[in-house]
């Protein structure tokens, strides 16, 4: 019964990684039915080109989350970690958005291609996430400010309070 939860999460993570490489292949097998076989006549040379970079927005995130997902096992072929857990977020939520906003960009493509404008949004959404990092390194530095009369009366009486102590109250019986 010993890693019981390892053995679970990697069978999850292998249903989740197949169910992903099944949404990849329909989203290639669809583009390439419609745009390339029932509307040739408007296929392109730029067509081959955003295959090309669905192709690559496809590769790069399932490769990560491949390796993310992989159970770590032991010498003598115990597993030791079911592999990473693929529901939390962080970067394994980010990579599973560019999948998804590739798998959008790829099929809205066959109607316009003013779709692939969408692939602006992923670098738009790291630059408002670095921005943020930034400016809370840039904001310790000045946190010296002007205080309001308000605000440091609060905060003068938090500290009076904190520095009474707290009165544990206890029931009689």
Not at 20 to 45: D, G, K, P
Request: aromatic share 12%; net charge positive; glycine share 10%.
């Amino acid at each position: 019964m010993a890693n019981q939860g390892a053995k679970k999460r990697k069978d999850e993570n292998a249903r989740h990684m197949a169910k992903l490489r099944r949404i990849i292949i329909a989203c290639n097998v669809v583009y390439v039915i419609v745009r390339m076989l029932i509307f040739y006549s408007s296929f392109t040379w730029k067509h081959w080109i955003g295959l090309v970079v669905t192709s690559i927005g496809y590769g790069v995130p399932y490769k990560f989350l491949d390796g993310m997902a992989k159970p770590s096992v032991s010498d003598d072929g115990e597993l030791i970690d079911g592999g990473f857990d693929m529901s939390t977020g962080g970067i394994c939520g980010y990579l599973h958005d560019v999948l998804y906003i590739t798998c959008f960009v790829q099929l809205a493509s066959i109607i316009s291609g003013k779709f692939w404008y969408t692939y602006l949004v992923i670098p738009a959404f790291g630059a408002y996430k670095a921005s943020g990092l930034i400016r809370g390194f840039m904001s310790q530095g000045s946190e010296g400010g002007v205080e309001d009369e308000k605000t440091r009366k609060k905060r003068e009486k938090m500290e009076r309070k904190a520095s009474r102590g707290q009165a544990v109250r206890t029931r009689s019986r």
